[in-house]
């Protein structure tokens, strides 16, 4: 439904960009024979490999999965102690919370929202035995964070789940220079196959890994002994986890990195204007306020004023038929990790203020300039002197 000038009814803060082609390539899978992990993922990752470039590229039935099979090849010791930012999804965390691992929540920057060196910096001082960073809303990692991970010898594996499209000096984020890269395929992502993830890397030896590992440790998957016509159940060497991409959602990945780059431009325009917009406003920051080369422009996030009533603010633009978010709830006032986690000596301070002052506002392929323009002057109400103070 819309109203007046074309306007939806509601503005989602997300909505997948899901067409006729995406459409067929489902139902030519399902009407081909083989619905599993099989041809089709094979051809996904041949094609996420050669868009991002000299790496080596495992599909995954999710980011989360893709982090647990890195951490899994990393094998960490008992006592192990594994930073990571306390700004984020818990997916970041679970991998290595579950895997025994002390872990330990670092602040962020409040300019990027993205792990501070600072933070990283004493955590370094104290200990580290891998570190799990964020491109937050598909920010390229700040270089100073990974050059200093590495040459204190640290393992980095890149939580990438905003940012397929991303790149820095180096190319795309890829995982090149860390462990590995994990990607999110989730419905809201810039590239989604509403569910699954990728597993980027340069190491050979991590991705022979993860293929087997995806598969229960199988050293031969359903579609390899189908495919060979051999009659066997397979070995297993080393348990590994569930966790393989369909070939009905590879299909769908497949349609998506096809139009991808129209869809990065267009999210760059929407981006340009919310900026455009909120650099005049008191009352309401856009995070980062200043656009970056390699940015994957994943989520248009902002940071309210101290004294604007966030409540308030919400309730305003629900009012106005429009949605909104929180990324994040940080990991330390989530009750499993406030009970087992460690803070590491800097504090969090800018998570607990971020944590009162930021709202995400809707950013997706399918909306158009002048929603943006109407979010922006619900946001300008919301925050006046009539609205959220
Ligand atoms: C920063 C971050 N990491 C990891 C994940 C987990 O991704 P997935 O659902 O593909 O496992 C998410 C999900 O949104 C996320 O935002």
Redesign the pocket.
């Known amino acids: 439904m819309t109203v007046g000038d074309g306007r939806p009814e509601r503005i989602p803060i997300n909505a997948p960009s899901i067409g006729p082609d995406e459409l067929a390539a489902v139902q030519r899978v399902l009407g081909s024979g083989w619905i599993g992990t099989g041809p089709e993922c094979d051809r996904f990752e041949r094609e996420l490999a050669d868009h991002l470039g000299g790496v080596e590229v495992v599909c995954t039935?999710?980011?989360?999965?893709?982090?647990e099979i890195a951490v899994d090849h990393l094998g960490l010791p008992p006592g192990s102690r594994v930073g990571v930012p306390a700004w984020?999804?818990p997916?970041?965390a679970l991998p290595a919370a579950l895997s025994g691992a002390t872990v330990v929540l670092l602040d962020v920057d409040p300019d990027t929202l993205q792990l501070s060196t600072e933070s990283l910096a004493g955590a370094i001082d104290e200990g580290l035995d891998l570190l799990i960073p964020?491109h937050?809303a598909g920010r390229p990692l700040d270089r100073a964070i990974l050059d200093r991970a590495r040459s204190a010898g640290i393992p980095i594996v890149e939580?990438a789940?905003?940012a397929f499209g991303a790149s820095d000096a180096d190319g795309p984020v890829a995982g090149r220079g860390s462990v590995a890269a994990?990607?999110?395929?989730?419905a809201?992502?810039n590239l989604t196959t509403g569910?699954?993830?990728a597993l980027a890397t340069t190491d050979p030896e991590l991705a022979a890994f993860a293929r087997t590992h995806r598969h229960h440790g199988l050293d031969e998957d359903a579609w390899s002994r189908q495919r060979s016509g051999r009659w066997s159940a397979g070995d297993i060497l080393q348990p590994g986890r569930k966790a393989n991409l369909p070939d009905t959602l590879a299909a769908i990945g497949r349609v998506q990195l096809r139009s991808f780059a129209d869809r990065q431009e267009h999210r760059r325009n929407l981006v340009t204007r919310y900026r455009g917009h909120l650099s005049t406003l008191e009352g309401a920051s856009f995070v980062p306020a200043t656009p970056g080369p390699g940015d994957a422009d994943h989520l248009a996030v902002v940071v309210l004023d101290p004294g604007v009533d966030r409540d308030r603010v919400v309730e305003h633009l629900e009012s106005a038929g429009i949605s909104t978010g929180l990324?994040?709830t940080p990991l330390h006032h989530l009750t499993w990790f406030r009970e087992h986690a460690v803070v590491g000596p800097s504090g969090l301070a800018a998570c607990d203020d971020l944590a009162r002052r930021a709202l995400t506002l809707p950013l997706h392929a399918r909306l158009r300039e002048a929603d943006v323009d109407d979010v922006c002057q619900q946001l300008a109400a919301a925050v006046g002197p009539s609205g959220g103070r």
């Open positions: 039935s999710s980011c989360t999965a893709a982090i984020t999804h997916a970041t964020v937050f939580d789940a905003h994990a990607f999110s395929f989730h809201t992502k569910e699954g993830g990324h994040y």
